[in-house]
């Protein structure tokens, strides 16, 4: 039985697309960096995967050099951007 994180899946997905886009790259490339099918990144940026097994989760946080912890905070984008972070 595998672990899985249901904290707040579409919060995970919301910040998996915050950090991809900053890092400016594609689905595509996230999923050859982190051995994550492309579907599943897909489902997990729009909010369809209601749990997310914790072999699939770390792997991805681990290209962006963050923990799962950085997956599952509340981030106001749009103040960032005004303030020059994005």
């Known amino acids: 039985m595998s ?3 249901s904290m707040n899946p579409e919060l995970f997905g919301a910040n998996l697309r915050f950090f991809r ?9 996230l999923a050859k960096k982190s051995g994550v099918a492309v579907h599943i990144i897909s489902r997990i940026e729009r909010g369809a995967m209601k749990r997310i097994p914790l ?9 962006f050099n963050c923990t799962i912890e950085d997956f599952f ?10 303030k020059g972070g994005v």
Do not use: G, H
């Not at 886009?21 to 490339?29: A, D, I, K, M, P």
């Not at 072999?55 to 290209?63: F, K, L």
């Open 3 to 5: 672990q899985e994180l």
């Open 21 to 29: 886009t900053l890092s400016r790259l594609s689905q595509e490339e």
């Open 55 to 63: 072999n699939v989760a770390y792997p991805i946080t681990q290209v």
């Open 73 to 82: 905070l509340e981030r106001d984008v749009q103040k960032m951007r005004m």
